[in-house]
């Protein structure tokens, strides 16, 4: 059954400053962005009355567990993405320096249905509204719903999905954020949540092994046990925790994480290696607190 619309098509004559932006837009989405601004919030958040350690943990855990349920169900389903998903035109006014960068914002890969963006930032920024101090609640809804809108729009414009694919992925974060919160007890026992995003990277794997790709659902994998690991580690000492971790231990902690997450994509060592790779990089953001608050 197809899956266009006209949609994606009609927004394809959209001009090339247009595209830029929501090149840039669509990173609010990214699984890099989610993860880098999660982990700062959970190291940071409870010294500046942010939020606390376990719902700091609690929206690292939905992250994951929105990851891992995008994987599980692209491999399920196996949908392409539109023609020309892969490829995208860069502007002439933009700096040649910049042209791999924007190729690789603007393009997407592997299986279509449903899009992580939209079920990510669903679940991400829905969760940080509903869980967050910041602000007030009507305020922090209404900021997460237009950051989740603009994200999924983003897809239609840049036209690597399809309209099925956005409004399928924003349906499913609806599902998973009230799914965690009733887990989690509204953040007070991420564990839980860890250890449901475990089962689901695992039937993520096991989808996988019906197609050639399996790094990505590895690495999910990897990374949902090193949450659940990091956080059993430091759950003892982190509730009600407010120890500031120096910005030098997390400008640290950010890179080599970072840099163990990106390198374990990008390279593609065996398999072996990158489940163990996620497993630190996502250990390490959990542990961190523990380890270098003072």
Do not use: C
């Amino acid at each position: 059954m197809s899956r266009a619309v006209g949609v994606t098509d009609l927004l394809a004559s959209a001009p090339d400053w247009v595209v830029a932006v929501f090149a840039l837009v669509t990173q609010l989405g990214d699984a890099w962005f989610l993860f880098g601004a999660f982990s700062l919030l959970y190291w940071l958040g409870p010294s500046r009355d942010l939020l606390d350690r376990p719902v700091g943990a609690t929206l690292i855990g939905l992250g994951l567990a929105a990851v891992g349920l995008t994987v599980a169900a692209k491999f399920l389903f196996a949908l392409p993405r539109p023609p020309g998903a892969g490829t995208a035109a860069v502007p002439p006014w933009l700096p040649a320096a910049l042209g791999d960068l924007y190729v690789s914002a603007a393009t997407g890969d592997g299986f279509g249905f449903p899009s992580g963006h939209a079920l990510g930032s669903t679940v991400a920024y829905g969760g940080l509204a509903l869980l967050a101090d910041a602000w007030d609640r009507r305020r922090r809804l209404l900021a997460a719903g237009l950051v989740a809108v603009l994200v999924s729009l983003s897809r239609l414009v840049l036209g690597v999905h399809y309209l099925a694919d956005v409004l399928a992925g924003m349906a499913l974060g609806v599902v998973v954020l009230w799914t965690a919160l009733r887990l989690t007890e509204r953040g007070r026992r991420p564990g839980r949540l860890f250890a449901g995003a475990v089962v689901v990277a695992v039937v993520g794997v096991g989808f996988s092994l019906l197609h050639a790709e399996r790094v990505e659902a590895m690495a999910v994998l990897g990374a949902t046990v090193g949450g659940l690991l990091g956080w059993r580690y430091a759950d003892g000492d982190l509730v009600g925790d407010r120890r500031v971790v120096p910005l030098p231990a997390a400008g640290v902690g950010l890179l080599v994480a970072g840099g163990l997450f990106a390198g374990s994509l990008a390279v593609e060592p065996p398999l072996p290696v990158v489940f163990a790779v996620n497993v630190a990089s996502v250990g390490l953001v959990l542990a961190l607190p523990a380890v270098a608050g003072e």
